[in-house]
């Protein structure tokens, strides 16, 4: 063993492998100090990053993408198309300061009710064409979360089509099957599956590094202190002027200016950048002129004759109870989720006050939030007006628990017009694209039941729960409801 180990330490070493082993070592020690270096300064430009972010960007300004949007453009999108990359810059380089009130209600805050805003006068959909018949598409997004998996536009002779790239004018002709589509569509649609809905426009030869442009309404125009005109829509987005803004008429052959645009105009927005607010804010490259208030009609004029154009109060969503948040006596928050192939809102955040009416879904009887249980089938009209965080929040008018398998869930309406017909026949024409014929079996009673009423006892602007069993695929639907009660305009604001 000695032996073998005299005979290993006598071999005799190259000549200049001690050098070699040296400059190894020496080189050794400099790469490492280079990555620690390297790591240092990653660490401290990180730092450095976070810190410009957090002095820039408004506190809460950050807005969660809707579901659905997955195309290139609606990357960290709002529901309109348009892609966030960035907080967006006014005019002389500075950041966009978040309107005040405008920060996104937490989930967590059971008691925070969400904002309520002037309705949209239309919803932004988008998807891919399967069908084209009739005058009609039948648009399909496939992505997970998808708001509107399927839905069927109606087009019409005052239907827009435009290219998403130029604005120019195309015809349904120049659309084939397997085309990306996006459209702006009427609040009004049908609850048959897939729904259905009037197009007001509808934008073909989208562009893939290019935002679709945003379709919306004038709600307000004022000059800020910082001498920027800012133009408010009605798709929860502040428009800011900027000497670079174009403004032009809808083919773009006329320009216009600033001074051109009032409120109620009917616009198209294109922007690349928008902040994380709400409302959402922008400086456009262009807007183009759709339609002036007073001429606004021809293009909402979408609508087919068949059809009373109505904005809907509320949104019927439904689900099982996922988590349930009890803040207070009185109020609360319900965590809805479906998980349907068609559900329009996978997942929502129910918002209960102390105006919200739980009933049961079987014979009207009030219930409370504590009579609900995780794993319950719910069914909730909530506003139209929710934020855009993930899952939407959204103030909820009535939840229906206790939900029976073999009838029908009552339907949540306000009642716009009420028309007699030459026969006698009574016909309430509802916000929910739904007309009521009442017959001689059909009951109209007051909330709790407690109280016959008759059809002079209903006025325009009633609110009313309808319960019915089988309606038309027209749009308008219609039905002959067995029962009609009478909810009142005191109980729910």
């Avoid at 997004?141 to 195309?170: H, M, R, V």
Wanted: charged letters at 20%.
């Amino acid at each position: 063993m000695n032996k073998g180990k005299e005979t290993y330490q006598n071999i005799p070493l190259p000549d200049g492998l001690s050098d070699a082993v040296s400059r190894g070592i020496k080189k050794g020690r400099r790469h490492m100090e280079k990555k620690w270096i390297t790591a240092i300064g990653t660490l401290a430009a990180a730092c450095l990053l976070g810190f410009f972010v957090l002095r820039v960007l408004p506190e809460n300004n950050l807005r969660t993408p809707q579901n659905g949007e997955t195309s290139p453009q609606a990357r960290m999108a709002s529901p309109d198309g348009q892609t966030p990359e960035a907080a967006s810059l006014l005019p002389d380089g500075t950041g966009i300061e978040a309107q005040s009130g405008s920060e996104t209600p937490s989930p967590d805050a059971s008691s925070a009710a969400a904002p309520e805003t002037a309705l949209p006068s239309s919803i932004r959909v988008f998807g891919t064409v399967t069908q084209i018949e009739d005058g009609q598409i039948l648009l399909e997004n496939e992505a997970e979360g998808a708001a509107y998996p399927q839905i069927l536009l109606n087009l019409s002779e005052d239907t827009l089509i435009l290219s998403g790239t130029d604005c120019s004018q195309k015809a349904l002709s120049d659309i084939a099957e397997g085309d990306t589509l996006y459209a702006d569509i009427s609040q009004a649609m049908t609850r048959s599956l897939p729904p259905m809905a009037n197009a007001y426009v509808v934008f073909c030869d989208v562009p893939e590094d290019s935002a679709v442009p945003t379709y919306a309404q004038i709600t307000d125009i004022t000059a800020g202190e910082d001498g920027y005109l800012r133009i408010t829509t009605d798709q929860e987005l502040i428009l800011i002027s900027g000497e670079d803004t174009a403004v032009l008429s809808l083919d773009g052959s006329n320009t216009l200016s600033l001074s051109d645009l009032a409120v109620g105009d009917t616009i198209l927005a294109k922007y690349q950048i928008v902040t994380m607010s709400i409302p959402a804010q922008t400086n456009p490259e262009e807007i183009r002129l759709v339609a002036k208030a007073s001429g606004a009609a021809s293009v909402e004029s979408a609508d087919s004759a068949e059809s009373t154009e109505s904005t809907a109060a509320s949104i019927r969503v439904f689900g099982a109870a996922n988590q349930i948040a009890i803040g207070g006596i009185k109020n609360g928050q319900i965590l809805l989720e479906n998980d349907g192939e068609n559900a329009a809102y996978p997942q929502v955040l129910l918002n209960i006050t102390e105006d919200t009416l739980i009933l049961s879904a079987a014979d009207y009887s009030r219930k409370t939030i504590a009579n609900i249980a995780a794993g319950d089938t719910l069914y909730a009209d909530i506003s139209q007006a929710m934020t855009r965080s993930l899952p939407p929040m959204a103030n909820a008018y009535v939840v229906f628990c206790d939900v029976p398998q073999d009838s029908a869930v009552p339907t949540y309406a306000v009642i716009t017009d009420i028309q007699t017909a030459q026969d006698g026949s009574v016909s309430l024409i509802t916000d929910q694209e739904l007309i009521l014929i009442p017959g001689e079996n059909t009951e109209i009673l007051s909330l709790d039941g407690s109280e016959t009423l008759s059809l002079s006892d209903l006025a325009v602007s009633d609110t009313i729960l309808a319960r019915f069993q089988i309606m038309t695929a027209s749009l308008p639907a219609q039905a002959n409801p067995e029962e009609i009660r009478v909810i009142g305009k005191t109980e729910i604001q």
